[in-house]
Structures are given as C-alpha cells and as structure tokens.
C-alpha cells in the first residue's frame, strides 16, 4: 500500500520547536517533489514548504521563512520539517504531500497525501 505517514507534532509553547517527519511506504521518494502543508481550524489549506525531488530547489511561505528548514534524506525515504521559533498562528494540522517527475517544487498536482499530524503552539 502506498501512503505517507506524518510524525512529530505535538503541544509546543510560543518559541519552541518541532521537528515533522513524512515518511514513505510502499513507493521511493527519490522521483518525487514534497511538499508540506497545514490547515488551521476555520481557514483553507495552504502550502508552507517544498523540496525537489533532489533538494536541490526548496521554497517556503513568506510566514515562515527564517523559522522553518525543509530536507529530505532519501536513503531513509522521509523528509522533514524543522520548525523554530513557534508561533501561535502555527497551530495547525500539517499534512505532507508528494509529486512525482516534476521540475522543481510545487504546491500543486499532489499524487499521494498523508493524514496530518497536529502542531499546537500554546502557553
């Protein structure tokens, strides 16, 4: 079967950190562009951060840029999401979706997702 499985969210206060994982079963990462996304109770999906299918090219939402580090490790078939410095408006669930044989890194087109792993920023 093939699915992405998210780990690593949890209840993190206002300036701590998380790290997310998305790993892969069934299928190899290495053809595939990532991307992380998170949707926050009330408002619509949006896409945080992508990486190629080499890491070579990577992108982040202005609201995250600065705090949060996308990589990949393809020997392990996962890639991950380094959150610093929290903020409340991160509280969200995060979603991981993967794209394959495409240029770069996108937001859209998404072949597999994974169920979400929650992030609660919270004192």
């Known amino acids: 079967q093939l699915q992405l499985v998210e780990s690593g969210g949890g209840l993190v206060q206002p300036g701590g950190s998380l790290r997310l994982s998305c790993a892969a079963s069934?299928?190899?990462?290495?053809?595939?562009?990532i991307g992380w996304f998170r949707q926050a109770p009330g408002k619509e999906r949006e896409g945080v951060s992508c990486?190629?299918?080499?890491?070579?090219?990577?992108n982040y939402v202005d609201s995250v840029k600065g705090r949060f580090t996308i990589s990949r490790d393809n020997a392990k078939n996962t890639v991950y999401l380094q959150m610093n410095s929290l903020k409340p408006e991160d509280t969200a669930i995060y979603y991981c979706?993967?794209?394959?044989?495409?240029?770069?890194?996108?937001?859209?087109?998404?072949?597999?997702w994974g169920k979400g792993t929650l992030v609660t920023v919270s004192s």
């Open positions: 990486i190629s299918s080499s890491g070579g090219s990577r």
């Open positions: 069934g299928f190899t990462l290495d053809y595939y562009a």
């Open positions: 979706a993967a794209r394959r044989r495409v240029a770069g890194c996108v937001y859209f087109g998404m072949d597999y």
